[in-house]
């Protein structure tokens, strides 16, 4: 398959989706707002775009990837911006975690130029998008989101349609509910470990493969253990991610009280200037508490 795609958005999840589309065969159109961000990709084939809209008039199907809803927003409206380029048959395949009300207006304001939009999320981390093994949670028309499969299949092994636009961001909710949560369970489980005396690598052995096992335990805890605050995912962004989930569980009238008590420890992180720091440093909230430190 050899096919014009856009990618908007380079970051750490972008430049590995857009660089497993070139991998697979596909003529792929990149912009990123920052243009030096784009030059890996562009060395290894993919070809420059001035604008959103140059994205939009040169490819019919394009990718978005930027960090929240303001900014899914510039991409559309600002100067040169994606909604200038959309014509009938344009197919946007959004990938950022934004709000899901914001995502219906989105989609409207597409269809009213003759496109059509899905909200298509990602979980795996940038270790998934790097290796192409993300998990993907598809809200759209159903034609639409077949259309967008083969190009979402270069970079996911999971791709799920999970109903209406709106539902895949709703979805990723529902996921970024489990992973905080589960977070603060690894946090407390290698603090404890740490102040038991015992030793974190074989503990991790032991536990990772039983009914504890988990995602988080198996790719952050070594990093936790290591004290590598490097970010796959940011305080910043997943703080940003809480925000929605206590905004949609507000709406739904639902308790979500372990996230909403890690979007407090998060806060205070922020507080302290560490927003840039991946997710898993969730474990110095507790160690301030605790007055014993992870590894190192
Ligand atoms: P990132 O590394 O911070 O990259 C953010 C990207 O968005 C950059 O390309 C940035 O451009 C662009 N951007 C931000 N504001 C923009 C604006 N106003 N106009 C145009 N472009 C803008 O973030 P990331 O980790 O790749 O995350 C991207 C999305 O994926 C987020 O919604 C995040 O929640 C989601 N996600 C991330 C992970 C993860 O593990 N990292 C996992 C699942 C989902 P510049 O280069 O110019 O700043």
Redesign the pocket.
């Given at each position: 398959m050899s096919t014009q795609v856009g990618f908007?958005?380079?970051?750490?999840?972008?430049?590995g989706m857009a660089r497993n589309l070139l991998a697979k065969g596909n003529d792929v159109v990149v912009w990123?707002?920052?243009?030096s961000?784009a030059e890996a990709l562009v060395e290894a084939g993919a070809s420059p775009a001035v604008s959103?809209a140059d994205v939009a008039r040169r490819c019919p199907v394009v990718m978005i990837?930027?960090?929240?809803t303001?900014?899914?927003?510039?991409?559309l409206h600002?100067e040169d911006g994606l909604l200038a380029g959309v014509s009938d048959g344009s197919l946007i395949v959004d990938?950022?975690?934004?709000s899901p009300e914001a995502t219906v207006g989105f989609s409207e304001e597409v269809s009213a130029l003759g496109g059509r939009w899905i909200d298509a999320?990602?979980?795996?981390?940038?270790?998934?998008?790097e290796r192409g093994t993300?998990s993907i949670m598809v809200g759209g028309e159903e034609a639409d989101v077949e259309r967008a499969r083969p190009y979402m299949e270069a970079f996911g092994t999971t791709v799920t349609h999970v109903g209406p636009v709106g539902s895949g961001q709703k979805v990723?909710i529902v996921n970024q509910i489990l992973v905080v949560v589960n977070q603060l369970a690894v946090s407390e489980a290698l603090l404890f470990a740490q102040a038991a005396g015992l030793d974190l690598a074989a503990t991790l052995d032991a536990v990772g493969g039983g009914a504890a096992g988990s995602w988080m335990l198996a790719n952050r805890g070594p990093q936790m253990i290591d004290r590598d605050w490097r970010?796959?995912?940011?305080i910043?962004?997943?703080q940003?991610?809480l925000r929605l989930a206590l905004a949609a569980a507000d709406a739904a009238g639902t308790p979500i009280p372990g996230t909403a008590l890690v979007f407090q420890m998060y806060r205070a992180l922020q507080n302290e200037g560490l927003g840039g720091e991946g997710?898993h440093a969730l474990v110095k909230a507790l160690e301030k508490m605790s007055g014993v430190e992870v590894g190192g």
């Open positions: 908007i958005g380079l970051g750490i999840m972008g430049a990123n707002r920052t243009a961000r959103p990837c930027v960090s929240d303001p900014d899914v927003d510039a991409v600002g990938h950022s975690t934004i999320p990602v979980s795996g981390g940038s270790e998934g998008a993300l990723k970010p796959g995912f940011t910043d962004l997943q940003k991610d997710n």
